[in-house]
């Protein structure tokens, strides 16, 4: 099981960026995929989730802002980041728990129990 996210910038406040996370090992129907967000010296928080049966979730900072999207075919999930704030700067990972609803999947990444995720791209938000 291997995840990448990528799409990361610098970008001032109000503009948009769309990370991407490609997957392998498993198929992005069969389980959920989570983005969270890390800044140095706090804690992890869950960004979004995308269920195995198509679901989304979106943490209380994002909501109305970010949406997240998946390509089954090309194994891909997206997250859509629109009118970004300086508080949005942080390195974005996308992960899975092997589990197929959000609910234990968002609750992994705060537990740091996660099983599998890859290197970070960094989102910078100023201007």
């Known amino acids: 099981v291997q995840l990448q996210a990528s799409g990361g910038g610098l970008v001032q406040p109000g503009g948009s960026l769309r990370l991407s996370c490609a997957v392998s090992?498993?198929?992005?129907?069969?389980?959920?995929v989570v983005w969270f967000r890390q800044v140095p010296g706090k804690e992890r928080e869950g960004v979004s989730c995308?269920?195995?049966?198509?679901?989304?979730w979106y943490g209380d900072r994002v909501k109305g802002r970010f949406n997240i999207s998946r390509d089954s075919a090309t194994k891909t999930v997206y997250l859509q980041m629109n009118s970004l704030k300086s508080e949005d700067t942080a390195a974005y990972y996308c992960?899975?728990?092997?589990?197929?609803?959000?609910?234990?999947?968002?609750?992994?990444?705060?537990?740091?129990?996660?099983?599998?995720w890859g290197q970070g791209t960094q989102v910078t938000v100023s201007s």
């Open positions: 090992g498993f198929t992005i129907d069969s389980y959920a």
């Open positions: 995308v269920s195995a049966a198509g679901s989304n």
């Open positions: 992960a899975t728990d092997l589990n197929r609803g959000c609910l234990p999947t968002v609750a992994a990444v705060v537990q740091g129990a996660l099983k599998a």
